[in-house]
Each structure stands twice: as C-alpha cells, then as structure tokens.
C-alpha cells in the first residue's frame, strides 16, 4: 500500500545534539512538507519542498534543516539551534506540488528533550 | 491575506447528540479548495473531505455532513448522532491559488471534540 512512513515514532534527545527524523514516501508525490505541532496548538509549517533539490522555508524554519536528494525522502535534522525542539511531527505529502489535492501524513514522530 | 477561522476550541457532548463544527475562512481569490482533516489521539492526521470553490452542494458521508456557503464564508462540519469514536481533534484547511501560489495548505487551529458515553 502506498503511503508515507515516519521514522522513528518516538525519539529523546539529549541537549546540545543534533538528531534526525525520516519520512518517505512511495505515493510518487513531487512535494513534501514538515509541520510541528505542539500540545493542543495547531500546525506549523517548518519547510517544503516541490521538487529534488528544492526546497522553501515555512514559517518556523529556525533551527532546522532539511536535504531533498530522492523524490521519495525529505528528512528533518532538528539542530541544537533549535531552543524547544520537544514536539510532535508530522510529514505530509501531495501530487504535482499543489496543495490544492489536500495532502496525505505520515504517522508522526514524538521528538522529546531529555 | 488568506485565513482559517475555528472558533470553537473544545466541543464535549454526550453519545449520539449531533455536533456541528464551524469553519470560517479568508481569502480573496475565486478558485480555492476546502479540506477537513480529522486527528486521533494516535496523531496521524487522515483526510474526510475536499471541496471546491465552484461546487457549494452539500455532502453527506454516512454521518458526516458538510454545509459549504461562499456567501458567508463558512465550511461547517457536522456529525450526526456522535459516538465515542468521534472524539478527536478536527482541522479545517484552505488551498488557494492566490498570485499563483497554492503550494501549501492553510490550517486552522482545529477544534478539539470529546465524545462522552
């Protein structure tokens, strides 16, 4: 089945250190986005991507990186920039790199400070 | 500058009472598209419906039901006869091609539903 996998589902960091989380996708969407979320709090935008090699900062991009070297990944380095990186993330993806088809998640990954 | 309104932050009912969740949006342009996304407690958000700016018939999915009215700039959300299963917190999202820039969605905060048995 076709769908997008967010790895791990949960992850504790240490202060100070950089860590990575993996999202994938076998749906052949060109664009892919990273949101936060944070408890009862909405989602925000940290980057996208429309394109290989591509990609656009949202509107939390501080802190973070991304890389987008296969169609299929776009992972997520949260940096030790990041002053509060203890959240929920989520992964999603949509075809031809318009939202206007609403997006498909992944299942999250709860990223906690230790 | 494009928006989505929910209002209503925590909505609790008891079983099989009918909810209705609104959704007010923003935008000037005249081509967008409307989305309601749910969010269990597993986390995973999971799409119920899209809607276009040019189609404003209401839909009915089982006991789901959207009421989309452009005069008003609603998109409202309602579940008929609620159950426990419900309860979750639902997003209400705009895509629109504002100056040709429809790469992302718009959220709303969402509104949190409790389903009581």
């Known amino acids: 089945d076709g769908g997008i996998t967010q790895s791990p589902k949960y992850l504790f960091r240490k202060e100070g250190q950089n860590v990575t989380l993996s999202c994938e996708q076998n749906?052949?969407?060109?664009?892919m986005y990273w949101y936060r979320q944070d408890p009862g709090q909405g989602l925000r935008l940290i980057y996208y991507?429309?394109?290989?090699?591509?990609?656009q900062k949202g509107d939390i991009a501080e802190g973070y990186s991304v890389s987008r070297e296969k169609k299929e990944s776009f992972p997520l380095t949260v940096t030790s920039a990041q002053k509060n990186p203890t959240a929920f993330y989520l992964c999603a993806s949509t075809p031809r790199g318009t939202a206007n088809y609403g997006y498909t998640f992944g299942s999250g990954t709860r990223l906690t400070v230790v | 500058a494009q928006k989505v309104t929910q209002a209503q932050t925590e909505i609790s009912v008891v079983e099989k009472e009918d909810v209705t969740l609104d959704c007010v949006y923003e935008t000037r342009d005249t081509t967008y598209y409307l989305f309601w996304y749910k969010q269990p407690p597993s986390g995973e958000l999971v799409f119920l419906i899209r809607r276009n700016s040019f189609d404003e018939q209401n839909e009915i999915s089982g006991r789901y039901s959207w009421n989309f009215q452009k005069s008003t700039s609603s998109f409202n959300f309602t579940i008929t006869a609620s159950q426990v299963v419900d309860s979750a917190v639902y997003f209400c999202a705009l895509s629109d091609s504002g100056a040709g820039n429809n790469r992302k969605l718009i959220w709303g905060l969402g509104t949190s539903l409790a389903v009581n048995p």
């Open positions: 991507s429309q394109i290989v090699n591509d990609f």
């Open positions: 749906l052949n969407h060109d664009a």
